[in-house]
């Protein structure tokens, strides 16, 4: 799984990062979270609140982005957007 983050300020991507594991053994959802928490951190974010619309967005596109409102601590972005990469 590869996923790719980044967070945009207006219009314009302030913070790009990549996060990948290959692990055939392991559940998806377990390598989903693995990334996204690994993106956060390489991001230097607070990890934000998973909401049903991105679970949704996830699941149809492939990508969703989190808002401040999801976060609990104060950003200094706009959104914080992320994107599932094909294998």
């Given at each position: 799984?590869?996923?790719?983050?980044k967070l945009v300020k207006d219009t314009k991507t302030v913070k790009a990062a990549v996060a990948e594991k290959r692990d055939d053994k392991a559940d998806y959802r377990d390598?989903?979270?693995?990334c996204f928490l690994k993106l956060c951190s390489d991001l230097d974010?607070?990890?934000p609140l998973?909401?049903?619309k991105n679970s949704?967005?996830?699941g149809a596109y492939r990508f969703?982005?989190?808002t401040a409102d999801q976060f609990?601590?104060?950003i200094d972005f706009d959104r914080f957007e992320m994107r599932l990469e094909p294998d």
């Open positions: 799984m590869k996923l790719i983050g390598l989903l979270e693995e974010i607070p990890v998973w909401l049903k949704k967005e996830f969703t982005f989190f609990l601590e104060r």
